[in-house]
């Protein structure tokens, strides 16, 4: 009798570790396949630098080595005023690409923007919409990745904004390294 008592508390035991490890796993999994879902999309950023001449730029990369499609890249210049240090924006730019190479960066001369920002504007990106080779929508903002997009996003940014044009087309170039 008492053998198949400690056999029976052996097996609850037992039975409960198992369940245990068996849900650990099982969160290890989810966050692994959602890890492996942010992969490709990880790898697209943006930036702004200067050229040789002082001339701001807006990099835009594909830094993963599958296609991304439906790019919808908002941007805006701001004029920096010295009275309180308030920017107010010179304009709203969307920019519609049917895709962007593997391992390719898009870059967009302040120079080459229409309606002739003074040389004292800034680019600052708003975000990047675009779905990667899976079918997945993703939207990267300077502070966050996040899928799905909520729709329309760059109307909640400053909708009372004007929008301008780019000169087309930008410059697309290849870049290493690449993963």
């Known amino acids: 009798m008492i053998i198949g008592i400690l056999t029976l508390l052996f097996t609850g035991v037992t039975t409960i570790f198992q369940a245990w490890v068996s849900s650990d796993q099982l969160r290890q999994s989810k966050e692994d396949a959602r890890r492996a879902e942010r992969v490709q999309a990880s790898r697209i950023t943006f930036w702004t630098d200067e050229d040789a001449e002082g001339v701001q730029r807006l990099h835009l990369k594909n830094g993963s080595v599958d296609p991304v499609s439906d790019v919808i890249l908002v941007f805006r210049v701001l004029r920096v005023v010295p009275i309180g240090g308030i920017r107010p924006w010179y304009g709203r730019y969307m920019a519609l690409f049917s895709g ?24 600052a990106a708003v975000g990047v919409e675009f779905t990667d080779t899976n079918g997945t929508g993703w939207l990267r903002t300077p502070t966050d990745l996040a899928s799905p997009p909520k729709e329309p996003w760059w109307d909640e940014v400053h909708p009372k904004e004007h929008s301008g044009d780019l000169k087309w087309p930008p410059a697309v170039k290849p870049v290493a390294p690449c993963s």
């Open 100 to 123: 962007l190479a593997p391992c390719s960066e898009l870059v967009i001369d302040k120079g080459k923007l229409t309606g002739k920002p003074p040389p004292d504007a800034q680019i």
